[in-house]
């Protein structure tokens, strides 16, 4: 079993940033590709980023790309989501994941086996 914690969400003005944290334990975390998922009211849970075990490889939603950094401290058991230039339509609850090694790392929420309880991100406009 690997426990995930996310933390740093909260209420930011639009082009504000706020950095996310998940705190994993449980298992070697350096064995596990990592994400975060977001998902508004009425929509579906979507990829914002994700990146592999060793953090060499990394994915972005289109919607975030150059605005948002995922990275990983494989010593602190710990993964980041770094969210600049924030707008209003980030606004979602956001979930950190991890899933058991391999590549390519996966985009789909069926792809990760482990969630945490998701942090608020509200962007005001």
């Known amino acids: 079993q690997v426990q995930l914690v996310e933390s740093g969400g909260g209420l930011v003005q639009a082009g504000g940033s706020l950095r996310l944290s998940c705190a994993a334990s449980?298992?070697?975390?350096?064995?596990?590709?990592m994400a975060w998922f977001r998902q508004a009211p009425g929509k579906e849970r979507d990829v914002v980023a994700a990146?592999?075990?060793?953090?060499?490889?990394?994915v972005y939603a289109d919607s975030v790309k150059g605005r948002f950094t995922i990275s990983r401290d494989n010593a602190k058991n710990t993964v980041y989501l770094q969210m600049n230039s924030l707008k209003p339509e980030d606004t979602a609850v956001y979930y950190c994941?991890?899933?058991?090694?391999?590549?390519?790392?996966?985009?789909?929420?069926?792809?990760?086996?482990?969630w945490g309880q998701g942090t608020q991100v509200t962007v005001s406009s």
């Open positions: 449980g298992r070697t975390f350096s064995d596990y590709n």
């Open positions: 994941a991890a899933n058991r090694g391999g590549l390519p790392v996966g985009r789909r929420p069926h792809q990760y086996n482990y």
């Open positions: 990146i592999s075990w060793s953090g060499g490889s990394t």
